[in-house]
Antibody, heavy 116, light 107 residues
Framework: EVQVVESGGGLVQPGESLRLSCAAS????????MTWVRQAPGKGLEWVAN????????NYVDSVKGRFTISRDDARNLLYLQMNSLRAEDTAVYYC?????????WGQGTTVTVSS | EIVLTQSPATLSLSPGERATLSCRAS??????LAWYQQKPGQAPRLLIY???KRATGIPDRFSGSGSGTDFTLTISGLEPEDFAVYYC?????????FGQGTRLEIK
């Protein structure tokens, strides 16, 4: 079965760091665009970052540039999102997803709460 | 950044009726537009990609149309499970933005 499962969310204080992980099964992450999408409480969807198959193209939404890093462990078929200098406005459910012509595989999401 | 504007914000209909949801882009996205359905507490689900192509397993009561800046998602014969929030999303350039969503509620 093709699926992705996120982990690593939690409650952190402003300025702290967190690393989200995404375990893929049923497909090889290095052969697809992989992405992180977030959804703040009661709000819509926001595409945060993506990474292409050969790792040559990385994109970030402006609000996370310089703070978040998307990366991959091809040997373990994992996707990561390293989040530094977290802010209250980063509070959201973070979804790991596979993108082809559109996002066709979504995880169940992991919740990140940034609060003092 | 391309802004996607969805209308209406909320649509109240009864089961069996036809739903027409709109997504307008601030500049042309060609046919690079997708539609997703999201139910409370769940991840979004892909319905339509490239403006009109149904994703695997999506019933044929869901159809998409449009190109350039104006797109429509039509649900013909609403089923009880169709009441949810619907988002459009483009992949024309980065950032691949989403619309703000249309909530389809039971009348």
């Amino acid at each position: 079965e093709v699926q992705v499962v996120e982990s690593g969310g939690g409650l952190v204080q402003p300025g702290e760091s967190l690393r989200l992980s995404c375990a893929a099964s049923g497909f090889i992450v290095s052969t697809y665009w992989m992405t992180w999408v977030r959804q703040a409480p009661g709000k819509g969807l926001e595409w945060v970052a993506n990474l292409n198959g050969d790792g040559s193209v990385v994109n970030y939404v402006d609000s996370v540039k310089g703070r978040f890093t998307i990366s991959r462990d091809d040997a373990r078929n994992l996707l990561y999102l390293q989040m530094n200098s977290l802010r209250a406005e980063d509070t959201a459910v973070y979804y790991c997803a596979r993108a082809r012509e559109a996002i066709d595989v979504w995880g169940q999401g992991t919740t990140v709460t940034v609060s003092s | 950044e391309i802004v996607l504007t969805q209308s209406p914000a909320t649509l109240s209909l009864s089961p069996g009726e036809r739903a027409t949801l709109s997504c307008r882009a601030s500049q042309s996205v060609g046919s690079y537009l997708a539609w997703y359905q999201q139910k409370p507490g769940q991840a979004p689900r892909l319905l339509i990609y490239d403006a009109y192509k149904r994703a695997t397993g999506i019933p044929d009561r869901f159809s998409g149309s449009g190109s350039g800046t104006d797109f429509t998602l039509t649900i013909s014969g609403l089923e009880p499970e169709d009441f949810a929030v619907y988002y459009c999303q483009h992949r024309s350039n980065w950032p691949n933005t989403f619309g703000q969503g249309t909530r389809l509620e039971i009348k």
